[in-house]
């Protein structure tokens, strides 16, 4: 039996994917991670991969292809005449991880429609898995429109968006970034379900893993846990439609589009000590985001 895969993408680089998905891979049990791409890396230095690694502990990886230059991986390919990753090969090391894992976090590279090779994204690879996809965005100015782009183009290839993360939420958020927390699943009809604090990737991996689940809507993670290999609460629908594009009140993608979302928060990783995670009820307005 297949395990859950979900696609780790983010609305732009250097938003936060890498510690989100180890964070992610800190709060499940039986996770593999893939890593299709990495650019900017040698043979033999220590890449996205090692990072996850270091702060999760023992953790099974795989990587497909590396470029040395810090570039759109098509681009680093060719630049250094090297031959471009297929979507066979990335579909095979996502497949056989699955196999033995109840998760497989694919980590993307960049944005979501940045070219692997010359036609292939990690939305062809989201999709030849059938993988769900949690989208990592920013806390401040730009978060909203990048977000909606993001998410709109991952529907337009009928895939489900299972959540947003912010990437680094900092101590002292401006008025922009507290808007924001507001209005991203208010706008794009996706929840916010986790929310990084900013340094969180120089934690000593003990407490990282420790501060890890205080990060997520307790909600969301416990519903992910009820059915680790199947598709049975993919949906998020309390009717029991087959529809799978879904806002995270039930309501169809159509009407997301013109409704949206509730504006919810999650935990707020800023109001309690990193390394203790507060019970789920420390976070009472994230009560009902998955209904």
């Not at 594009?245 to 589009?257: C, H, I, M, V, W």
Request: proline share 10%.
């Amino acid at each position: 039996m297949t395990g859950r895969i979900v696609a780790v993408t983010g609305t732009s680089t250097d938003v936060g994917k890498t510690i989100a998905t180890a964070a992610l891979a800190a709060v499940f049990d039986d996770v593999a991670v893939c890593k299709p791409i990495q650019t900017g890396v040698l043979p033999g230095e220590p890449g996205d991969l090692a990072v996850i690694e270091r702060l999760t502990g023992s953790i099974t990886t795989a990587e497909c292809a590396r470029y040395p230059e810090p570039l759109a991986p098509e681009t680093a390919a060719r630049r250094a005449g090297a031959e471009p990753v297929t979507l066979t090969a990335v579909v095979g090391a996502v497949t056989e991880l699955a196999a033995d894992h109840d998760l497989t976090l694919v980590e993307g590279a960049g944005g979501v429609l940045v070219r692997l090779a010359e036609n292939l994204t990690l939305l062809d690879v989201a999709a030849a898995v059938d993988a769900e996809v949690v989208v990592v965005v920013q806390a401040g100015l730009g978060a909203l429109n990048h977000a909606e782009l993001t998410v709109d183009a991952i529907r337009a290839r009928g895939l489900h968006v299972a959540g947003l993360i912010i990437g680094a939420w900092p101590a002292e958020p401006d008025l922009a970034m507290t808007c924001n927390r507001d209005d991203l699943p208010r706008l794009t009809g996706v929840p916010v379900v986790g929310v990084i604090p900013d340094g969180a990737g120089a934690l000593p991996p003990d407490d990282f893993r420790t501060a890890a689940p205080a990060w997520f809507d307790p909600d969301w993670i416990a519903a992910a846990r009820l059915d680790p290999r199947g598709r049975g609460d993919r949906l998020l629908d309390p009717r029991g439609r087959s529809d799978r594009l879904l806002d995270p009140r039930g309501r169809s993608d159509e009407g997301a589009r013109v409704t949206r979302g509730p504006a919810t928060r999650p935990p707020d990783p800023t109001t309690s000590p990193t390394t203790t995670p507060p019970s789920p009820t420390d976070h009472p307005n994230m009560t009902g985001v998955l209904q």
